[in-house]
């Protein structure tokens, strides 16, 4: 017997506003991310900058509207100025985070002309483990000032007349992490984050700020060091970061798919949190929260610490997605979406060959990886007004979470087009997932399309010679009587129904 659910959706009870940066990414100076994945001057579809157009084109199809950049953990023993200027005059140096070589052949100019070859913003992270406040504001006013000053100038020596206006600044990365390059206690990183923050907005008072949060809510400082960041910083900065990957180690599929619960919590943390220091300093600002890293990341742990150091673009973190991964990914897209009343920035890490939807080969194809394709419908259907979805599911348990909805849901509506689009996954591996969606205020609705994404064999995997295999069909089983949709969620599924108001 097939299992059954109820949602309810209705247009006046409204999450919050999408913020398209929700659909952000995130590239690192990391294994083939750059060298190898946006930048290969030798392959034959390289653009008179050295950027692949057949990469490019995959990342215009999901409309990234942001991409965080240079890093990661990267970022904090990187010295911008190395990548800037003449590149034959660039130094080669020794990355100590993923321990490679970086030859600085990409650098600040050359990323914002790949952002806007890809139609979409930067995202800035400064580095403030090996750097502080100085050499932000040197990059800032390098990025930002419009000329007649020292690095304003030389940005326009360099050939770029036109400052890049990057709006979006992260305040250091992961700086809590005892593997992050001039780790620091929460005191010491509020204090170094919230005097950065103000001579950058000194240079240019238009930006917006992002501190860090903890790394993870596994991290042994988590919750403590979010009150101590914002109490020290809580004027200068307007977003506080959260970071979570989730793995399959064990092979307990019932608990990985329900991993995005986890996050509903800890995202909810982080705003009890933020709101606890609003409260504490009577301040009428309210911090937003940017999940500037999420992803699933495990399947390329082991062969990770095999490679050799000091190579330049090592084919690190390379994790080949499958079937499971795409749901838990499309979970964690509706757990972003659930809460995009505080969640404005999120950047699934990463974009390119580094745990990312898009994979290359080094003077080959391109494709798709499995976690594209909720990515690629998120992006492209989700904009708009988030509303509440009011959900009666059958629950299961397994060993280490309980009452975990058969059905995860969301739906969105975007007013200027008229069109409601529900996400929906069906967690069940065994049994299809009858749902009746009573769509009440919206009238009369007519069904667009019903997009499903699924697999018999749920460990199914695209590879460049077969990129086809998870794939993503129309005509997935959904009718429309009025207001009421019945749909049919297949076992184990990620489904799109769009649908359009008529009346
Ligand atoms: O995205 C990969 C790495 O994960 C990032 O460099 C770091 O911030 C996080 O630990």
Redesign the pocket.
């Known amino acids: 017997m097939a299992l059954q659910a109820k949602m309810a959706v209705d247009r006046d009870f409204v999450i919050g506003r999408v913020d398209n940066r929700l659909y952000g990414s995130?590239i690192?100076h990391?294994g083939r991310a750059v060298y190898g994945g946006i930048y290969e001057p030798e392959h034959p579809l390289a653009d008179s900058s050295g950027f692949r157009r057949d990469v490019l084109d995959m990342v215009k199809k999901l409309q990234v509207p942001i991409v965080r950049y240079p890093?990661?953990?990267?970022v904090s023993a990187y010295d911008w100025k190395d990548g800037i200027g003449p590149r034959d005059s660039r130094p080669s140096r020794l990355e100590l985070?993923w321990r490679t070589v970086e030859p600085n052949l990409v650098g600040m100019n050359e990323f914002a002309d790949w952002a806007k070859a890809a139609g979409t913003d930067v995202m800035w992270a400064i580095n403030l483990g090996t750097q502080g406040m100085e050499d932000a504001r040197q990059a800032i006013e390098y990025a930002n000032h419009p000329g007649g000053s020292y690095w304003s100038d030389l940005r326009i020596s360099h050939g770029y007349k036109e400052p890049h206006g990057i709006k979006t600044w992260c305040l250091g990365?992961?700086m809590d992490?005892p593997w992050q390059i001039g780790q620091k206690t929460a005191a010491e990183y509020g204090r170094a984050a919230s005097e950065a923050a103000k001579a950058m907005r000194q240079v240019d008072p238009s930006i917006e700020l992002v501190a860090c949060g903890s790394?993870g809510l596994g991290m042994p400082t988590f919750a403590e060091w979010e009150a101590t960041v914002l109490d020290l910083s809580y004027d200068q900065v307007d977003y506080l970061s959260l970071?979570q990957y989730y793995g399959n180690h064990e092979g307990d599929t019932p608990t990985f798919l329900a991993r995005s619960l986890q996050m509903d919590e800890f995202i909810e943390s982080v705003v009890a949190i933020c709101d606890y220091v609003k409260a504490k300093k009577r301040s009428k600002k309210r911090i937003h929260l940017s999940f500037d890293?999420w992803n699933v990341w495990y399947h390329s742990n082991e062969s990770d610490r095999k490679l050799d150091p000091w190579q330049i673009a090592p084919p690190q973190?390379e994790d080949v997605y499958n079937m499971e991964d795409a749901l838990v990914v499309g979970c964690m897209l509706i757990s972003l979406l659930k809460h995009a009343d505080r969640v404005h920035i999120g950047c699934l890490?990463?974009l390119v060959n580094?745990?990312a939807p898009i994979m290359t080969e080094n003077g080959g194809s391109a494709w798709a990886q499995s976690i594209y394709y909720p990515y690629l419908h998120a992006s492209l259907f989700g904009r708009g007004q988030a509303l509440v979805p009011l959900i009666r599911s059958p629950k299961y348990d397994t060993k280490e979470i309980t009452d975990v909805p058969y059905l995860e849901s969301v739906a969105v509506h975007r007013e200027e087009t008229g069109e409601i689009t529900i996400f929906a996954v069906n967690r069940s591996l065994d049994e299809e997932l009858l749902t009746e969606i009573d769509l009440r205020s919206f009238g009369t609705c007519s069904l667009i399309e019903h997009i499903v994404l699924d697999n018999p064999d749920l460990k199914a995997f695209n590879t460049a010679a077969r990129p086809d295999t998870v794939l993503p069909r129309t005509g997935g089983s959904s009718t429309v009587d009025g207001s009421k949709v019945a749909a049919s969620l297949p076992k184990a599924s990620w489904n799109v129904i769009r649908l359009r108001t008529i009346s």
Do not use: D, K, Y
């Open positions: 995130f690192e990391l890093g990661g953990n990267f985070a990365n992961e992490g790394s970071h890293e973190l890490a990463q580094v745990i």
